[in-house]
């Protein structure tokens, strides 16, 4: 008999309490996991957090009075075990020496969680919320009407507020509506796609002559029996690349009215992206303020081979030769930094933003490595990425932290580090936590020993400590039974400890979920932002307003 999580949560203990939805201190709001760690913790966390306020402080002092710049990369599609590491560079048959040497410099973030996939992690970044709490748990790929609300708000309108000069370059992938784009989301400039990579390199012409994708194109199908025109979505059609400065509109760029999109124009787009992210950092470093910079490539993910001539290494992948592209970029990056004198006074964080693109396994090169599953997946191979900092002389070179982190923990941390704390709205839960002590003091300092792993909307996972409750489907069995698993002994989650760990677990996992969900109760989550695709876009193409008309007609038709 299988039990609904509902109604074992209702078994839980009737002395749970629930907090109000209002938060009168005006202090940032938590989950409630949060309150449990800091009523056994709070005094050590007060010491800690005097010496970490000098350490920034001396900082700060030492840089004309200025915060840290901030320089995020975030990678695509990349596993655990797959970058930063000579060893496993060599399991895998590649190398990329650029990170390895970049996390030799810092610390490697060894529990470092993310969200299933591309668009909730980027939120959950870009937020410090995770993704169910504002309906951006899901990935888009076609024309859509939503994406990340005006109301969000964001780690670069928080250090906007307080002087950094801010850009973003490459993916941003949280909706194709006007005010969800980085340049109404606080960046000053902002160059990105509109959608991602499914239209850009797995569904345009070229994939389809290569069956990357099946049952598209003018060439590459028998439409004697097609009814519906509007079935296939033109690749060519939709909006590709485009770029704005702060709140005004944006144009579309490098695509002329009835030209076909092409792989090598993505190869381009990528180019183009790494070479504008070198430009607005000599641009940025060359102002007083400090900056905020993003750049998100969208390699490694490819779909045909048309950009690459030859494999290279003894893998053999396509995304592989990719990586080692972006890789060499992220070397001339920081060798930039160098020469711009801007090296010892930035945090710079490498990683990645879910796990591998499993669907092209093994020819991408990539297999799930350590854990098991990738993108889309709430097992470990999902969600456990690799991640490094580096912050010359306050962050320990050659450091590994085993203290778990999430990745909204990167939104608070980099406020306080950024002097931007009270930019935080208070009115809604902040899933991240302030992680600085980690940074600073470095393992056994982390404030997070929890994470809820949600796929969309539904809650299928939870982490404490190294323990795991796998919940499929959101139904469970009794939950001494339940699948448990020892992350430190299992890894790949196929052991499951349920008697073992359940005994004494099962009813303590249960009230945490219990709580969690009382704490939603309190602050319900909100749908996205609607709007009409593609409004704010200056030059669109004709092909573009037909695009959007199909798509508002077939919106429509369930009203008729």
């Given at each position: 008999?299988?039990?609904?999580?509902?109604?074992?949560?209702?078994?839980?203990?009737?002395?749970?309490?629930?907090?109000?939805?209002?938060?009168?201190?005006?202090?940032?709001?938590?989950?409630?996991?949060?309150?449990?760690?800091?009523?056994?913790?709070?005094?050590?966390?007060?010491?800690?957090?005097?010496?970490?306020?000098?350490?920034?402080?001396?900082?700060?002092?030492?840089?004309?009075?200025?915060?840290?710049?901030?320089?995020?990369?975030?990678?695509?599609?990349?596993?655990?075990?797959?970058?930063?590491?000579?060893?496993?560079?060599?399991?895998?048959?590649?190398?990329?020496?650029?990170?390895?040497?970049?996390?030799?410099?810092?610390?490697?973030?060894?529990?470092?969680?993310?969200?299933?996939?591309?668009?909730?992690?980027?939120?959950?970044?870009?937020?410090?919320?995770?993704?169910?709490?504002?309906?951006?748990?899901?990935?888009?790929?076609?024309?859509?009407?939503?994406?990340?609300?005006?109301?969000?708000?964001?780690?670069?309108?928080?250090?906007?507020?307080?002087?950094?000069n801010t850009s973003h370059v490459g993916k941003w992938h949280m909706?194709?509506?006007?005010?969800?784009?980085?340049?109404?989301?606080?960046?000053?400039?902002?160059?990105?796609?509109?959608?991602?990579?499914?239209?850009?390199?797995?569904?345009?012409?070229?994939?389809?002559?290569?069956?990357?994708?099946?049952?598209?194109?003018?060439?590459?199908?028998?439409?004697?029996?097609?009814?519906?025109?509007?079935?296939?979505?033109?690749?060519?059609?939709?909006?590709?690349?485009?770029?704005?400065?702060?709140?005004?509109?944006?144009?579309?760029?490098?695509?002329?009215?009835?030209?076909?999109?092409?792989?090598?124009?993505?190869?381009?787009?990528?180019?183009?992206?790494?070479?504008?992210?070198?430009?607005?950092?000599?641009?940025?470093?060359?102002?007083?303020?400090?900056?905020?910079?993003?750049?998100?490539?969208?390699?490694?993910?490819?779909?045909?081979?048309?950009?690459?001539?030859?494999?290279?290494?003894?893998?053999?992948?396509?995304?592989?030769?990719?990586?080692?592209?972006?890789?060499?970029?992220?070397?001339?990056?920081?060798?930039?930094?160098?020469?711009?004198?801007?090296?010892?006074?930035?945090?710079?964080?490498?990683?990645?933003?879910?796990?591998?693109?499993?669907?092209?396994?093994?020819?991408?090169?990539?297999?799930?490595?350590?854990?098991?599953?990738?993108?889309?997946?709430?097992?470990?191979?999902?969600?456990?990425?690799?991640a490094f900092v580096r912050w010359p002389n306050m962050v320990a070179?050659?450091?590994?932290?085993?203290?778990?982190?999430?990745?909204?923990?990167?939104?608070?941390?980099?406020?306080?580090?950024?002097?931007?704390?009270e930019g935080i709205p208070t009115d809604r839960i902040i899933d991240?936590?302030?992680?600085?002590?980690?940074?600073?003091?470095?393992?056994?300092?982390?404030?997070?020993?929890?994470?809820?792993?949600?796929?969309?909307?539904?809650?299928?996972?939870?982490?404490?400590?190294?323990?795991?409750?796998?919940?499929?489907?959101?139904?469970?069995?009794?939950?001494?039974?339940?699948?448990?698993?020892?992350?430190?002994?299992?890894?790949?989650?196929?052991?499951?400890?349920?008697?073992?760990?359940?005994?004494?677990?099962?009813?303590?996992?249960?009230?945490?979920?219990?709580?969690?969900?009382?704490?939603?109760?309190?602050?319900?989550?909100?749908?996205?932002?609607?709007?009409?695709?593609?409004?704010?876009?200056?030059?669109?193409?004709?092909?573009?307003?037909?695009?959007?008309?199909?798509?508002?007609?077939?919106?429509?038709?369930?009203?008729?």
């Amino acid at each position: 008999m299988r039990i609904s999580l509902l109604t074992l949560l209702k078994g839980a203990s009737a002395a749970m309490f629930l907090w109000a939805g209002t938060n009168a201190n005006g202090e940032i709001v938590r989950d409630a996991e949060y309150y449990i760690l800091e009523e056994q913790n709070r005094d050590r966390w007060s010491a800690e957090d005097l010496a970490l306020d000098n350490a920034i402080a001396e900082f700060r002092n030492a840089n004309d009075g200025k915060p840290p710049n901030i320089f995020y990369i975030l990678i695509d599609d990349i596993g655990f075990g797959d970058m930063g590491n000579p060893t496993l560079n060599a399991v895998r048959g590649y190398e990329t020496p650029a990170i390895n040497e970049f996390a030799r410099e810092g610390m490697r973030l060894a529990r470092m969680y993310t969200e299933p996939s591309c668009t909730p992690t980027r939120v959950a970044f870009m937020t410090g919320r995770q993704p169910h709490r504002n309906g951006m748990g899901n990935t888009a790929v076609d024309i859509s009407g939503f994406g990340l609300a005006d109301k969000e708000v964001t780690l670069a309108e928080v250090l906007s507020d307080v002087g950094y000069n801010t850009s973003h370059v490459g993916k941003w992938h949280m909706g194709d509506i006007k005010e969800s784009w980085p340049n109404f989301q606080g960046f000053d400039f902002a160059a990105f796609p509109i959608h991602q990579q499914g239209q850009l390199t797995i569904y345009h012409d070229d994939a389809a002559d290569e069956e990357v994708s099946i049952g598209i194109g003018n060439n590459n199908y028998d439409a004697r029996y097609t009814l519906d025109g509007w079935l296939r979505s033109d690749a060519s059609a939709m909006v590709t690349g485009v770029e704005g400065t702060r709140d005004k509109n944006v144009n579309e760029v490098h695509m002329e009215a009835g030209e076909r999109w092409t792989e090598d124009k993505y190869h381009e787009m990528n180019i183009r992206y790494f070479e504008q992210t070198r430009e607005q950092l000599q641009e940025l470093a060359a102002k007083d303020e400090p900056f905020f910079l993003q750049f998100w490539p969208l390699y490694p993910i490819v779909g045909p081979r048309t950009t690459t001539e030859q494999y290279t290494t003894p893998n053999g992948g396509t995304y592989v030769e990719k990586m080692k592209l972006v890789d060499q970029w992220i070397g001339e990056l920081m060798s930039e930094m160098d020469t711009l004198g801007v090296a010892d006074k930035t945090i710079v964080v490498i990683m990645g933003d879910n796990g591998h693109f499993t669907k092209y396994s093994p020819q991408s090169g990539y297999t799930p490595m350590m854990y098991r599953g990738g993108k889309g997946d709430t097992t470990e191979g999902g969600v456990r990425v690799d991640a490094f900092v580096r912050w010359p002389n306050m962050v320990a070179a050659d450091a590994i932290s085993n203290d778990i982190i999430h990745v909204t923990d990167l939104f608070t941390t980099f406020a306080r580090v950024g002097g931007a704390m009270e930019g935080i709205p208070t009115d809604r839960i902040i899933d991240g936590i302030d992680q600085t002590s980690v940074l600073l003091n470095g393992d056994t300092h982390g404030r997070r020993d929890y994470v809820f792993l949600y796929n969309i909307d539904k809650l299928e996972a939870v982490v404490k400590e190294q323990y795991k409750l796998a919940i499929p489907g959101g139904s469970i069995d009794n939950a001494i039974l339940a699948d448990f698993y020892d992350l430190f002994r299992d890894p790949q989650e196929k052991y499951p400890v349920s008697t073992e760990i359940g005994a004494w677990g099962g009813a303590k996992f249960v009230r945490m979920i219990h709580r969690h969900l009382q704490r939603k109760e309190a602050y319900p989550s909100e749908g996205p932002a609607i709007g009409m695709p593609y409004e704010g876009i200056d030059n669109l193409r004709p092909e573009s307003v037909a695009a959007v008309q199909e798509f508002l007609y077939m919106t429509q038709t369930p009203k008729r």
